[in-house]
């Protein structure tokens, strides 16, 4: 079975400053996908970055990297120069080929950018 | 421009009645996905389908139905079996093949109980 774990419920981050956002992930599978999204209060999902699990390189997406630590079974995302409009929840997914291509889902990082 | 579109934006619903979501996307994906999320939670997954006229039930199913007629069409119904819907639901849509396919989201229907 898949699991996606996020830790942290909450998190302030100051403008301007950089924030990390965990994501630890279980799969016995070996091709995956790693996910993020954003998700401010409107409600829409904002796809952010993706990491496949064969990319020896971690994937950066304007302000946003992913820290992708495969042994560790971490995905960590990083947000650069944080600004007011990031403050939104984020949640980490995976998708695996043997799990019918399904998005698993973390719990959720609520991040609050203060001025 | 290309995307989910998903109505209505809220919905209410009275005791024993079926209420039933729209979700039309026009980025010719072949997988659609309906996704329910309570307040501070993350999402489950309701039903999918990667195919017209197929689709198979997800994590919570129980109390929902869904149709797959069109490739570009997969309607929700929330029967009055669902004790509990009040929540946000979510429609998403993605090629099918290959884990490295992110999943297109629509805006989202709100649906309450009066």
């Known amino acids: 079975a898949q699991k996606i774990t996020q830790t942290q419920p909450g998190m302030f981050v100051q403008e301007k400053e950089a924030v990390t956002l965990d994501c630890t992930y279980d799969t016995s599978d070996q091709s995956y996908g790693l996910f993020w999204y954003k998700q401010p209060s409107s409600g829409e999902m904002i796809f952010l970055i993706y990491q496949g699990s064969y990319d020896e390189q971690n994937a950066t997406e304007g302000r946003y990297s992913l820290n992708f630590q495969k042994a560790r079974k971490s995905a960590n995302l990083v947000i650069s120069a944080s600004q007011l409009g990031d403050s939104a929840m984020y949640f980490c997914a995976m998708r695996t080929n043997n799990a019918g291509n399904m998005l698993t889902f973390g719990g959720g990082t609520r991040l609050m950018v203060k001025p | 421009d290309g995307g989910i579109t998903q109505s209505p934006k809220y919905l209410f619903r009275k005791e024993g009645q079926n209420v039933t979501l729209s979700c039309e996307q026009n980025?010719?994906?072949?997988?659609m996905y309906w996704y329910r999320q309570d307040p501070g939670q993350g999402l489950r997954l309701i039903y999918y389908?990667?195919?017209?006229?197929?689709?198979q039930k997800g994590d919570i199913a129980e109390g929902y139905s869904v149709s797959r007629e069109k490739k570009e069409s997969f309607p929700l119904t929330v029967t009055s079996a669902q004790k509990n819907p009040t929540a946000f639901y979510l429609c998403?849509?993605?090629?099918?093949?290959?884990?490295?396919?992110?999943?297109?989201f629509g805006d989202g229907t709100r649906l309450s109980i009066l």
């Open positions: 998403a849509s993605s090629i099918q093949k290959g884990p490295n396919q992110p999943q297109h």
């Open positions: 389908s990667q195919i017209v006229n197929d689709f």
């Open positions: 980025l010719n994906h072949d997988a």
